[in-house]
């Protein structure tokens, strides 16, 4: 090869050296490009005010939410002192109320009667029971906290419902026209005692019959009519209830199959009897006011002439007449279903109709007397009506 010609590592040097050159001028243009020069705009540049905080954010707020929870608060808290308190013991202190005492409820009864004892205070009772109904598909009607008293809507009963093809067939075209032919609803009243509370249920029924009719050519009517009671019924709805305020299941169920705790002995010959006072008709009951007060509530439950106040410490109790026959229909005011006359020869007192019963301590005796609604002594036949049911209830005739 001639001398004049550059040797091969010559070239390939040469090559690389233009290459080098080239990236560089390549990467200094692309550099500018991106990140431009701002330091002349950064001295033109001027300080602002700091930031404040809204006033709805204040600093305090914020901190709060960085504090170390304390088991005993007093101030701040520091991550030592909190470990400190940990291996001091003082976390088993403050578990001790993770699992209080559960309350105390029993069931007790008088005859056929029963309700529920608790050591626990109405207020702290009245929500716990109203989630009780509400809970199982009742709703409420009434719910008055003031006087102790809360009442579900009348509830149909569609297991009654006969099954069939018309049934079926009533219940694709127009469900609501054919009803069942019982419908229930539930009352419980509070009322406070010496060592806790007192709660009573009571169940009310009515049912659809047909009456008149000798023939089968005749036509025959349907009706409402109230339905007996049902102790049975409002015993398993006690005990469910009190298995809800905390009783145990086993509990619960020997407590309503011993029939609950008798709360007085069995007396001999009738415990109450109509009476005189001052020439006005008047009902004497062989029992102290407290057995007395609590015997003439469980008869006034179980009666259409239902609690609607009551006052302990005055002897009253304030009781309001219900057609329970015409309440339960679905008209309410007769329409394709009328009431059932049981008052035979006497009318029935207007709906609504109020009265006072009143009570009155003698020793170990107590009498009952009936005053209208102003307060005058009531000696009507409803007011007759009054003391006898109350006699018959408090005997155990009804």
């Known amino acids: 090869m001639p001398s004049c010609c550059p040797s091969y590592s010559?070239?390939?040097?040469?090559?690389?050296?233009?290459?080098?050159?080239?990236?560089?001028?390549?990467?200094?243009?692309?550099?500018?490009?991106?990140?431009?020069?701002?330091?002349?705009?950064?001295?033109?540049?001027?300080?602002?005010?700091?930031?404040?905080?809204?006033?709805d954010l204040t600093n305090s707020t914020i901190d709060d939410t960085l504090l170390v929870p304390e088991l005993s608060p007093s101030g701040s808290a520091n991550l030592s002192d909190y470990a400190g308190e940990r291996s001091s013991g003082q976390v088993a202190n403050h578990s001790e109320t993770v699992l209080p005492d559960q309350p105390s409820v029993?069931?007790?009864?008088?005859?056929?009667h029963r309700w529920l004892v608790s050591d626990q205070s109405p207020?702290?009772?009245?929500?716990?029971?109203?989630?009780?109904?509400?809970?199982?598909?009742?709703?409420?009607?009434?719910?008055?906290?003031?006087?102790?008293?809360?009442?579900?809507?009348?509830?149909?009963?569609?297991?009654?419902?006969?099954?069939?093809?018309?049934?079926?067939?009533?219940?694709?075209?127009?469900?609501?026209?054919?009803?069942?032919?019982?419908?229930?609803?539930?009352?419980?009243?509070?009322?406070?005692?010496?060592?806790?509370t007192d709660i009573y249920l009571t169940h009310y029924g009515v049912e659809e019959v047909?009456?008149?009719?000798?023939?089968?050519?005749?036509?025959?009517?349907?009706?409402?009519?109230?339905?007996?009671?049902?102790?049975?019924?409002?015993?398993?709805?006690?005990?469910?209830?009190?298995?809800?305020?905390?009783?145990?299941?086993?509990?619960?169920?020997?407590?309503?199959?011993?029939?609950?705790?008798?709360s007085a002995p069995v007396s001999q010959g009738p415990r109450a009897q109509l009476t005189q006072v001052d020439g006005r008709?008047?009902?004497s009951i062989?029992?102290?006011?407290?057995?007395?007060?609590?015997?003439?509530?469980?008869?006034?439950?179980?009666?259409?002439?239902?609690?609607?106040?009551?006052?302990?410490?005055?002897?009253?109790?304030?009781?309001e007449y219900r057609e329970f026959q015409k309440e339960g229909s679905e008209s309410g005011e007769g329409g394709f279903f009328s009431s059932l006359a049981f008052w035979k020869s006497n009318e029935p007192p207007p709906a609504g109709a109020r009265y006072k019963v009143r009570l009155a301590g003698q020793g170990e005796q107590t009498v009952v007397v009936v005053q209208d609604d102003q307060g005058s002594p009531d000696d009507s036949p409803t007011a007759q009506l009054i003391l006898t049911s109350l006699r018959d209830v408090i005997n155990g005739k009804s």
């Open 10 to 55: 010559v070239i390939v040097f040469r090559v690389v050296a233009v290459a080098i050159v080239g990236l560089l001028v390549s990467c200094s243009f692309s550099t500018e490009e991106l990140i431009p020069d701002r330091r002349p705009d950064y001295r033109q540049s001027k300080v602002l005010d700091s930031l404040e905080v809204p006033p």
């Open 106 to 112: 029993r069931m007790e009864r008088d005859g056929q």
């Open 123 to 196: 207020s702290v009772l009245w929500p716990r029971i109203k989630e009780f109904w509400i809970g199982n598909g009742l709703p409420l009607e009434k719910d008055d906290p003031r006087i102790g008293i809360m009442e579900t809507r009348w509830l149909e009963n569609r297991a009654d419902i006969p099954d069939g093809p018309i049934r079926k067939l009533l219940s694709k075209v127009m469900d609501f026209a054919y009803s069942a032919p019982t419908r229930d609803k539930f009352r419980v009243r509070l009322e406070k005692a010496d060592d806790g």
């Open 210 to 262: 047909q009456v008149g009719g000798a023939t089968a050519r005749q036509s025959s009517e349907v009706i409402w009519q109230t339905r007996p009671p049902d102790p049975e019924l409002e015993a398993e709805m006690l005990n469910r209830l009190m298995v809800y305020l905390g009783a145990s299941e086993r509990r619960a169920e020997q407590q309503l199959a011993q029939g609950g705790t008798a």
């Open 281 to 283: 008709q008047a009902l």
């Open 286 to 319: 062989n029992e102290g006011y407290s057995g007395a007060w609590r015997l003439v509530g469980l008869a006034l439950d179980g009666s259409n002439f239902v609690v609607e106040n009551q006052n302990r410490t005055q002897g009253l109790y304030e009781v």
